[in-house]
T-cell receptor
Framework: GAVVSQHPSRVICKSGTSVKIECRSL??????MFWYRQFPKKSLMLMAT?????????EQGVEKDKFLINHASLTLSTLTVTSAHPEDSSFYIC?????????????FGQGTRLTVV | SQKIEQNSEALNIQEGKTATLTCNYT??????LQWYRQDPGRGPVFLLL?????KEKRKERLKVTFDTTLKQSLFHITASQPADSATYLC???????????FGKGTRLHILP
């Protein structure tokens, strides 16, 4: 099946620094990718929809200047957490729907565990 | 706005029995209801999708139903095994390319 790769899987950064997370569709082109955030023992919360070649669509309450999304190519979307603070520590997951999939299933990356110290 | 709810936070089932998880939605029926499995520290993995006009879908030991009258989807695992222990997420989607919104999930424990 389709593969979505996310990198890095874990990152620790200092408060005030920025962290970039990459999400790649390895064997298909994805015009749309989605970024989620998940707190321990909680469900996935949709942060934004990443659209290739255009601006991302952010969900209500998500700061677009804080979480910068760039979808520069059909196989790569990046999420940059700017001026990170400890409360940004979370599990970030991306997903994409393969265009050839008739099932509308989403393929998820393995997630990135961000810890801000 | 439409909500999707999984009211059971956790469920313990004896090995070999059928595990049944519930997902309810409010307001209008989503075009798609999906079920995912998530293991700790990993991304969700797609299991089954059922469309609004379908009543039941099966895949090996898994079965999903969609009842638009009750506004509910049930997810069944028959002949459950300890390896089935995980968090199971119900999700809705308005159409094929739309964002997927998840319920809170149910942590399933299959007891040996």
């Amino acid at each position: 099946g389709a593969v979505v790769s996310q990198h890095p899987s874990r990152v620790i950064c200092k408060s005030g620094t920025s962290v970039k997370i990459e999400c790649r569709s390895l064997d298909f082109q994805a015009t749309t990718m989605f970024w989620y955030r998940q707190f321990p023992k909680k469900s996935l919360m949709l942060m934004a929809t990443s659209n290739e070649g255009s601006k991302a669509t952010y969900e209500q309450g998500v700061e677009k200047d804080k979480f910068l999304i760039n979808h520069a190519s059909l196989t790569l979307s990046t999420l940059t957490v700017t001026s990170a603070h400890p409360e940004d520590s979370s599990f970030y997951i991306c997903s994409a729907t393969a265009p050839v999939s008739a099932k509308a299933e989403a393929f998820f990356g393995q997630g990135t565990r961000l810890t801000v110290v | 706005s439409q909500k999707i709810e999984q009211n059971s936070e956790a469920l313990n089932i004896q090995e070999g029995k059928t595990a049944t998880l519930t997902c309810n939605y409010t307001n209008y029926s989503p075009a798609y209801l999906q079920w995912y499995r998530q293991d700790p520290g990993r991304g969700p993995v797609f299991l089954l999708l059922i469309r609004e006009n379908e009543k039941e879908k099966r895949k090996e030991r898994l079965k999903v139903t969609f009842d638009t009258t009750l506004k509910q989807s049930l997810f069944h695992i028959t002949a459950s095994q300890p390896a089935d222990s995980a968090t199971y997420l119900c999700a809705r989607q308005k159409n094929r390319d739309d964002k997927i919104i998840f319920g809170k999930g149910t942590r399933l424990h299959i007891l040996p």
